[in-house]
């Protein structure tokens, strides 16, 4: 029978740990619940104490020193503690609905990498988005439209092959992870369900202005790194080229950024009527409705 870890970096998440952990805690294919503790300075890990105490499926895990070291690394140090083949990270702040765990296990062979899921980005003000991903596999790469980390179903063995999160990043760390893993292996499957919640704050790494200009470069190094594996494969078809033309133009459009050589002005310029036409017609719906 198929099993599942969750892990669960928590840095100063006092407030919403335990909601996170009551959201997998009592699903029947999890076999047991990693808390790793980041370096917390308020009161996180004696909530964790306090739930492990309650829920023999809790592990709580330390960096040496009790340090903080981020997410990438909590989420590396939480995976060489486990012992199921399929992982289920989950951030502190964010809860999985009934459903999404146990539906997405049996959607999965040994060889599926991981599982693309939906998810409902949640705003300070109640206001929900409901994040669709693209079922075309390097499409959804390129436009941030693949998952993200708490909507997909990791398998442990790809995970391990690509050696894990890469600490060294600030962002884009789960689309660099998920290149890294496509690139070995392309085989992935999706589910179209809304099972995950992702809580936004105004103080994310994408709203700081003094993290902009690092998030921007990591973005486009990214999507450099996917257009070269796409051309060495010869695989970056006129598709491809319009959509990583279009994606990079528009980023590098709306964070006022030189665009690269390599993207086509034509594909750019037809992509962004695309989307502007998309949002009118979201914005139309939305405002009738």
Known sequence: MKSVSVIIPVFNNQETLERAVLSVIEVAVVSEVIIVVDGSEDDSPYVAKELAEKYKKIKIVFHPNNQNKGASASRNLGLSHTSSDWIQFLDADDELIIGKIEEQIKLVTSETAFVVGNS????????????KSDKEVWKGLIRSKLGDTCSNLWNKKFLLMVGGWNENLSSS????????????NPIVVFDERYLTLIYKTENSISTLPGKQKLRSINWLQLRDRIREHLVKNQQFSPLYKYYWSGAVGLFCDQNKIDMPIQVNNSFYNIYRLQISIKIKIYNLINFNS
């Open 120 to 131: 409902i980005h949640v705003f300070p003000d109640s206001k929900k988005h409901y994040r």
């Open 173 to 184: 760390q789960e689309y660099n992870l998920m290149f890294r893993l496509l690139a070995v």
